[in-house]
């Protein structure tokens, strides 16, 4: 099976930039997908296509992938960013693939 | 606005069968292919099943499942009602979740997953 690696948890001060990783064999070769969770609340689609932000997500939302990592990066960090954050890609084997995900928190 | 509905969820004992729907609104249902993913407590997201457009049919094209439901749930769907079906049978212990249906950003069911529906809960418990 074919297994997404998040770091589980990163910490960053409000107003800083904060970098979420998803590692992966030769994830570069696949789109990486980013979905934002709040607590109690649905998945919210950030990022797809590696780096492509959908229609009202917020500029400091940003993402890349090359190699075997993916990388989610906010800029100008809000606390309203904190939340869990899961990467997804797709495997021709297993299918659709989640990372374990990674919990934000704004201090 | 676009809105996933789920209904379906609730109490079943191990070995038992729970089939969920969620009904689809400001979107042109057939042209999209929809997912279902779930989440046991305080866990991830786990991909359960996709089922991507065709042509031919009213009643959807591709399906495809993770391994861990393969043999057990059937995703379908209708396209007259806007609607997408799991229907799960020998439920297990470790298929309780919340499963959340969403809808791929096109025809093809390993796409982004654009929009999620609110979820609905399956507790398989004796």
């Known amino acids: 099976s074919y297994d997404l690696t998040q770091p589980p948890s990163v910490s960053v001060s409000p107003g800083q930039t904060a970098s979420i990783t998803c590692s992966g064999d030769k994830l570069g070769d696949e789109y990486a997908y980013w979905y934002q969770q709040k607590s109690g609340q649905s998945p919210v689609l950030v990022i797809y296509?590696?780096?492509k932000r959908p229609s009202g997500i917020p500029e400091r939302f940003s993402g890349s992938n090359s190699g075997n990592t993916a990388t989610l990066t906010i800029s100008g960090t809000q606390p309203m960013d904190e939340a869990d954050y899961y990467c997804q890609a797709w495997d021709r084997s297993t299918g659709v693939v989640f990372g374990g995900g990674t919990k934000l928190t704004v201090l | 606005e676009v809105y996933l509905v789920e209904s379906g969820g609730g109490l079943v004992q191990p070995g038992e069968s729970l089939r969920l729907s969620c009904t689809a609104s400001?979107?042109?249902?057939?042209?999209?292919?929809m997912t279902w993913v779930r989440q046991a407590p305080g866990m991830g997201l786990a991909w359960v099943s996709g089922i991507s457009v065709s042509h031919i049919s009213l009643s959807g094209g591709d399906t495809h499942y993770a391994d861990s439901v393969k043999g057990r749930f059937t995703i379908s769907r209708d396209n007259s009602k806007n609607t997408v079906y799991l229907q799960m049978s020998s439920l297990r212990a470790e298929d309780a979740a919340v499963y959340y249906c969403?809808?791929?950003?096109?025809?093809?069911?390993?796409?982004?997953?654009?929009?999620w529906g609110q979820g609905t809960t399956v507790t398989v418990s004796s």
């Open positions: 296509e590696d780096t």
């Open positions: 400001g979107f042109t249902f057939s042209s999209y292919a």
């Open positions: 969403a809808k791929s950003s096109s025809s093809s069911w390993n796409a982004a997953f654009d929009i």
